[in-house]
């Protein structure tokens, strides 16, 4: 729907500076969207991107409510870290890039992230968008708001106490190498460090909506509705 204007293996190259200073380009990438919607007959009221990212740490049961709020609010679920190994496992050239890029010990550049991120949201046909798992930090979320030129509308944060992380995580046997105890503790302290000036940010700006990650799924997601209460007309 809209267009990938930049080459995914050239972002992974291309130094983190120099996408960061990239200019933000809002109006070239909303216009571009709400243009070809409005050619299939749709309002720009009806289809302007509404962006809502979802944050917590492992454990926390952002990944189940996340659920919950695309059967029930009909967003589309985009996992950041889902998109990466998917890319990876597709064997594709962009994959084969970002796979050498993390054997070389490097990281993957957040514009290469955003690029994945962004490349979804032009092939949906849905205007509402669920970002699990990112901007895991102020670099992310600095390479979003320039490459996409947009904030997200609303910031989601599933607040959970570490021993309660450590238990999910510990019991849910997915099978994952990184479900460990020692590996866990660590996840978490990289992921306060990383994440608090992100939720500070958005908490300043008034878009972030704190969610107890305690009780019951429905309890939590009780918490999760009023979020969604004032933007009602936008994405019904």
Not at 99 to 123: D, Y
Request: a neutral charge; aromatic letters at 8%; charged letters at 25%.
């Amino acid at each position: 729907m809209w267009r990938l204007v930049t080459s995914l293996t050239a972002l992974v190259s291309t130094s983190k500076s120099s996408t960061l200073n990239q200019p933000a380009s809002t109006s070239k990438i909303w216009k571009s969207f709400t243009t070809e919607m409005a050619r299939h007959g749709i309002s720009s009221h009806d289809c302007t991107p509404f962006i809502t990212f979802v944050l917590g740490g492992p454990g926390s049961g952002k990944g189940t409510q996340c659920a919950k709020i695309v059967d029930t609010f009909g967003f589309k679920h985009l996992s950041a870290g889902d998109l990466l190994r998917r890319e990876i496992a597709s064997n594709s050239e962009y994959g084969s890039t970002i796979l050498n890029t993390i054997k070389e010990g490097r990281i993957v550049p957040s514009a290469v992230t955003v690029k994945l991120i962004q490349r979804e949201m032009e092939s949906s046909d849905n205007h509402k968008f669920l970002i699990d798992g990112f901007p895991r930090s102020e670099e992310n979320r600095i390479a979003f708001e320039r490459i996409m030129g947009a904030e997200p509308n609303i910031v989601l944060f599933f607040d959970c106490p570490e021993e309660e992380m450590v238990k999910r995580v510990l019991s849910r046997n997915q099978g994952r190498v990184d479900d460990n105890l020692d590996t866990i503790k660590k996840r978490l302290k990289v992921f306060e460090a990383l994440n608090l000036p992100v939720i500070n940010y958005y908490a300043e700006k008034g878009k972030l909506y704190k969610i107890s990650a305690l009780g019951t799924e429905d309890e939590i997601f009780e918490q999760v509705r009023p979020a969604f209460a004032a933007f009602e007309q936008v994405i019904k």
